[in-house]
C-alpha cells in the first residue's frame, strides 16, 4: 500500500493548522511540512499539533543555499540547516529537502566544494540525530534559484562520492518524470531516494513550475509509481503542486483527487 503525503507548499492559501486538520481529516499518511509555516503557527504548538493529528512527517523543506546566492552567508546557511536537522528529529521527519542554492558566480568546482564543505559539517549531526538529508535536484528550467544539481545523474554521482547512509535524493516527477528512459532507471535509483515528489505538467517544465492536477498531464504517473514499487520503494509519494490551476483550485477536492489518484495508480502496481 502507498504512503501518500501531501507538501504544503500544495495548500499554500491554508495556515499550518488547516493543512495538518485537513489532510487528517481526508484521510491522507503524512504532511510535508514547509518551515514558514511552521515558524508562522510556532514550532512548538506545531509539533504538538502533528502529534496529535496522527499525520506522520514525509520530510520537512527546507535547508540549503550553501552557495550564497539567497544572500547568506555560508556561516548563516549552515546554523540555519543545523537548526532544521534539529527540528526534523523531533517531529521525527523521514528526510530534511536540501537544495543546494545556484552557482551564484561561482565556478562550478567551487560551488561543488562549497557544498562538500556543508555536508562535511552537517552529516555527522544528521547522523546523530538520526535524519536523513535529501539533495533535490531540478530541471535546469526551475533551477535558477535553487541548485546547480540539475539532473538526476550529477546527484547520484554526488552520492555516490559521499557514501553516506545520511545522504540521499528527493526524486520529483515534474522535472525529471518524462526525461527519456526515466522510468526503466527506477530500478537503480530506488537505493538512492529518500522520497519521491509527485508532480504533474501539461507542458515541459518551466521556470513558474506550473503543475497541474496528478494524471491529468505528461507525466507517466502509473509506469513510474508501478516501476517503483516493483524495485521496492518504500518511502513517501509526496503530493506537490503549484502553480495558477493549483493556487485556485478548490483545496478540499484537490485532496481527494490527489488520495484517491495515488491510491489508483499504487494499487494497479499489485
Known sequence: MARISMNELTTYRWSFEEDVA????????????????????????????IG??????????????????????????IEDAHDAIRCAARMHAECLIVYTGTRAG??????????????????????????????EPMHAECA?????LTSVDETVQLLR???DPCLKMAFDTFFFGTDRGIVERLKELVPFLAIVQLGDTRRPPDGDQDRCLLGSGLVPLGPIVSALLEAGYAGSFDVKLMGQEIETSDYQELLRQ????????????V
Open 161 to 163: 562520492q559521499v557514501d
Open 258 to 269: 490527489s488520495r484517491d489518484t495515488v491510491t489508483r495508480l499504487a494499487s494497479a502496481a
Open 22 to 49: 485537513n489532510y487528517a481529516k481526508v484521510g491522507l499518511d503524512a504532511i510535508s511540512v514547509w518551515r514558514q509555516k511552521l515558524s508562522d503557527f510556532g514550532n512548538e504548538r506545531g509539533l504538538e499539533l
Open 144 to 148: 535558477r534559484e535553487w541548485t546547480f
Open 106 to 135: 561561482h565556478t562550478h568546482s567551487h560551488a561543488r566544494r562549497l557544498l562538500s564543505n556543508a555536508l562535511a559539517d552537517l552529516l555527522p549531526h544528521a547522523r546523530e540525530e538520526g535524519v536523513t538529508l535529501a539533495l
Open 52 to 77: 496529535e493529528s496522527g499525520l506522520r512527517v514525509a520530510s520537512l523543506l527546507w535547508a540549503g543555499g550553501f552557495t550564497g546566492s539567497d544572500g547568506r552567508s555560508f556561516k548563516e546557511s
